[in-house]
């Protein structure tokens, strides 16, 4: 099945912006879609399609998608942006069709 | 505002079953997919499986052989069954809904519910 490559975890000071990047084969041939998850909470989609926001996230958060690896990107970072972060693909040959990255915990410092 | 709260026994022994339901509220069970994950403890994400309103399923494979996921449009609502479970099983269980585009994304989901399998 396919397979998605997410970092432990990425540190970033306040007001910066902060990169995550999912890897996968050819993953831009793909639309990637983001997850944020809060300690206890379940996770809140917050980019589909690689770079669409649903309705009520905001603007800071912004996603892109090319080649080998997808990458969500959050400027202007705040403390309550501290968070798991996954990125999750539908494989459609697949028989294993909704396939997520390991997760990313974003550090604010 | 569509709402999924998930509901079933917090401890199971194993070799058991693990039976979970989750009821919608806000939106109608039919014309979407619906979709079983689960997060052991410190872990990622691991999709379970889906199934249609129509009754249609899709399994992990990892866990196919021991899954079964069923649906009640009637009460809007939607039943997973884990059967054989060990310690391996322990993790939050989550329902959501799955937005049927042409690349389906989670868009709903409920709180989750801890499930651990202990004796």
């Known amino acids: 099945s396919y397979v998605l490559t997410q970092p432990p975890s990425v540190s970033v000071a306040p007001g910066q912006t902060a990169r995550i990047p999912c890897g996968g084969n050819?993953?831009?041939?793909?639309?990637v879609h983001w997850y944020q998850q809060k300690p206890g909470q379940a996770p809140v989609l917050v980019v589909y399609?690689?770079?669409d926001r649903p309705s009520g996230i905001p603007e800071r958060f912004s996603g892109s998608n090319s080649e080998n690896t997808a990458t969500l990107t959050i400027s202007r970072v705040e403390a309550g942006d501290e968070a798991d972060y996954s990125c999750?693909?539908?494989?459609?040959?697949?028989?294993?069709?909704?396939?997520f990255g390991g997760g990313t915990k974003l550090t604010v410092l | 505002q569509v709402q999924l709260q998930e509901s079933g026994p917090g401890l199971v022994k194993p070799s058991e079953t693990l039976s979970l339901t989750c009821t919608v509220s806000?939106?109608?069970?039919?014309?979407?997919?619906w979709s079983w994950i689960r997060q052991p403890p410190g872990r990622g994400l691991e999709w379970i499986g889906y199934?249609?309103?129509?009754?249609?399923?899709n399994y992990n494979p990892s866990l196919k052989s021991r899954v079964t996921i069923s649906i009640d449009t009637s009460k809007n609502q939607f039943s997973l069954k884990l059967n054989s479970v060990t310690p391996a099983d322990t993790a939050v269980y989550y329902c959501?809904?799955?937005?049927?585009?042409?690349?389906?994304?989670?868009?709903?989901w409920g709180q989750g519910t801890l499930v651990t399998v202990s004796s």
């Open positions: 959501a809904r799955v937005m049927p585009t042409r690349n389906p994304r989670l868009d709903y």
């Open positions: 806000g939106a109608s069970i039919k014309n979407y997919y």
């Open positions: 199934i249609y309103y129509s009754g249609s399923t």
């Open positions: 050819n993953i831009g041939s793909k639309s």
């Open positions: 399609d690689d770079s």
């Open positions: 999750q693909v539908w494989d459609s040959i697949s028989d294993h069709p909704v396939v």
